[in-house]
């Protein structure tokens, strides 16, 4: 097991969880979230197991997009690891000038118009993650192809869903706790997310430049 893999794709993970293309919809997703329970007994404890069972729902949203996307790749596997190194200059490329570029204000990514869901029950946690997972690629393309090439690099099919689990573990890293605190807290985890949201956007832009120095230095000049 290549451990520096496994890293590198749960540490995309948590970007892709705060993209600046898909954390914008966080919000209603809380809002929707408080509405869902707010008829439950405020209870402290059994707040933090409804976030935590919530979380994880969402969690398998991301997870059931990025393994569809990862078994539909798999029959070109073999084509995309001979073509390997070109890819990580233009994913490098592109992760350090959207980076830049959002540093300075210019929104370089696709916004897909997602929303929270505006039915309650189980099933829409479930598809709100899958529409948010599908959000966040509209800036974190890159990213994400960078982490489909480490996953064709394991050994079997197996190997490669691994590797994209654990990119989706990333995600739901986040997202677990932020249900968590959604349930425990209400309102003042979306006020403190609105208020934040300039320096989330600014913080996701370095992080992208890190991940593209990082793929240049290691993929490309292999140091």
Known sequence: MDWSMV??????GIFAFLAPCSFPILPSYVAYFIGFDEDEERNLIRSGLTGLYFGSIT????LLLFVVIGLALLPVSSLIRQHTLMISLLVSAALIIFGMLILFGIDPYITLPVKAPEKRGVINFFLFGILYAAASLGCSLPMFISVVLAAFNMSGALGSLFI??????GMGALMIPVSVATSVSRVLLVKKLVANMGLIKKTGAVVLIIMGVYILLVDVFHI
């Open 7 to 12: 890293t590198f794709a749960f540490t995309a």
């Open 164 to 169: 994209l689990t654990i990119y989706a573990a």
């Open 59 to 62: 969690t398998l949203g991301f």
